[in-house]
């Protein structure tokens, strides 16, 4: 996901004739998926002194400038990875991202020390069950909620969803999930609750191709995954993809009786409004 806003560093005179400014990570990357023609992955090492909450973002960019273009990127990997992930879109002539796209094993990602977001636990009030909304690359931060212990250890249920345009960007999504319902270690952390995965994609042939607020309004987000309906005395929310997305979830859970939280004022739903696709 990029952020609304873009950011200049300040001035940068040696990472290969660049200094690196004292509120500024340089990270190597790992690994580079990349999953279709507008979506990739990758991983990169994390600062050793690096804290974070699983669902908030940082500011990222490249050393191909002497004042780097900085954008907001969620954090994909759980708090506990030893590597930082992140998801992102590919945008034409974007100014981080037409280059950010071609990074290879090896390369140099820079990153602001401050991590942010409303996507996190400590925004929302206890409850049963924990709903994810998501849309493109909007499932970046629940992928990190996702692989989080406390997810599991403050809620019963856990639903994800996710809407795309097409089938193959929902690729992320899935393997994500099967790797929690198959890898040994991401068991012991689901510890036998409840893991529903909800994904559907507008311009092909899915069985589900509605959109999620379409799915949420007539009910069959629910009815697909054999779950009760969303209410409010039990049930939690994240949202975060494009624009349209957040302004018509929010709407439908405010008028179901969900209340906006913020981590100074805990709620029953969080939005994620830094970004959009």
Known sequence: MSSVAETTAESMPETGGFAIPANVFAETVTSVTHYTD?????????????????????MIGLPNA???????????????????????????????????????????????????GTLVHDALIPGKRLFMFSTGTGIAPFASVLRDPETYEKFDQVILTQTCRETAELDYGRQLVDHMKTDEMMQEIVGGKDLFFHASATREGETRGERITTLIENGKLCSDLGIEPLNPETDRAMICGSMAMLKDTEKLLLARGFEEGANNAPGTFVVERAFVD
């Open 38 to 58: 507008r979506l990739f992955a990758f991983r990169m090492t994390r600062p050793q002194s690096f804290r974070f909450r699983s669902g908030e973002f940082v």
């Open 66 to 116: 002497e004042k780097p273009v900085y954008r907001a990127y969620s954090i994909a990997s759980p708090s506990w990875d030893e590597e930082l992930e992140f998801f992102s879109i590919k945008v034409p002539g974007g100014p981080l991202t037409e280059h950010l796209q071609k990074i290879k094993t090896g390369d140099t990602v820079l990153m602001r020390k401050k991590p942010t």
